[in-house]
């Protein structure tokens, strides 16, 4: 319990440091793939969220979710697409792919799902490469270009809020 604390502070300082780079210039708000990062407790949801994102035109082949799991269960512990606070090292270093291949991946948008603080979620919205990145306002803000005020995690309003949104900015 100690080491997880030693990683969470050094997670915490590691986000507080991250500068997050303006949109690029040269970005026109076509959104053609999409991260979603999110608590492996809001899989159902984030399957709701995918859903609506085909409907909108959204291959599902360019849509990448990674989830987090807060719990210490041993179940899962190889699963893809899931990552833990055990997965990093003191020296921010992970030994999971997946969580290092989807903050590498330039999406073009990327949807931080989650309403709580929760560290090793703000370290991936903030280490990713995404072009542009919304979140929750509820959530620590400064990780993101973008926030939506919402109490409660509905992926249907969610999404039509983000493209009204998205619209708004292209024009």
Known sequence: MLFD????????????????PSVPSEFNYQVKTIGILS????????EKMIDVLVK????????YVLYYDSSNSKADERALYVFKLRDFESSLKTSN???RVFVEKPFDLLISFYKSDAIPMLWGTSQSKAKFKVGLASVTSFVNHFNLDMNDLDAEIYVKLLFEYINIFKH
């Open 39 to 46: 608590e492996k407790k809001e899989q159902a949801m984030v």
């Open 5 to 20: 604390a030693v990683k969470k502070k050094a997670l915490r300082k590691a986000v507080e440091s991250s500068v997050l």
């Open 56 to 63: 909108r035109g959204i291959s599902r082949d360019n849509i």
């Open 97 to 99: 792919e997946s969580l």
